[in-house]
């Protein structure tokens, strides 16, 4: 796939990661259901890679799905037999290098400019500020895009409604978001609820200037 362009479309990624196998199948199948067309299910979960296998047979081979967390060479091989088919990191570490290997494009963590120089080297489909908010956030993002200025940044990390919004109108390509969009579904908690959340962001993604 083509993730770079798919970050530029879609703008949002969500980011599913919880405590019970069963509810972080339910929320990656409501957010599909919702139009949210890029989930990640973090290797950090309970069961993750049974979720991604789970996530991939009732969605079909034509969805996107990725794996978060993604240290290792051997976290890569695991989400690639399980059925994702990008990858996201929360570093620069030897999963970036196996998962493309494997033929799966990477959305890497990045937080300083050392680590920007690095990541554009492995020639990555974009960059994943990360913790996004606690770096700065927007102000943060705008900074960087003083000497980086054509780079795709995806600021990960604290992206609440009013993050994701300045985020965006601060040039991100997209944005990565966990708890302010999932809440508690991937642990239980009401699927209705994430359901209103998934509208709210994805409105507030298509609101966004391109």
């Known amino acids: 796939m ?46 993750a890679l049974t979720v991604i296998e789970r996530a991939r047979h009732a969605l079909g081979p034509d969805r996107p799905l990725g794996a978060g967390t993604v240290l290792t060479a051997e976290d890569a091989r695991a989400a690639h037999r399980a059925g994702a088919d990008f990858a996201v990191t929360p570093g620069l570490g030897d999963g970036v290098i196996t998962a493309q290997e494997l033929g799966m494009p990477v959305l890497a963590g990045v937080l300083t400019p050392t680590e920007i120089i690095a990541a554009r080297a492995l020639r990555v489909a974009a960059l994943k500020i990360f913790p996004a908010a606690q770096a700065g956030g927007a102000a943060y993002l705008r900074a960087l895009r003083g000497p980086f200025p054509d780079t795709p ?18 040039g991100a390509l997209a944005v990565g978001v966990g708890s302010p ?22 409105t507030i993604v298509a609101e966004a200037t391109p």
């Open 2 to 47: 083509d993730l770079t362009a798919a970050l530029a479309t879609h703008r949002l990624v969500a980011i599913v990661r919880g405590d019970d196998a069963d509810a972080a199948l339910r929320t990656v199948l409501a957010l599909a259901e919702e139009g949210v067309e890029l989930i990640e299910v973090s290797l950090s979960g309970k069961d």
């Open 153 to 170: 940044f995806v600021p990960v990390g604290g992206i609440d409604e009013a993050a994701a919004r300045a985020c965006l109108a601060a």
């Open 181 to 202: 969009l999932v809440g508690d579904a991937a642990d239980g908690g009401s699927i209705t609820a994430l359901r209103e959340r998934a509208r709210l962001f994805r």
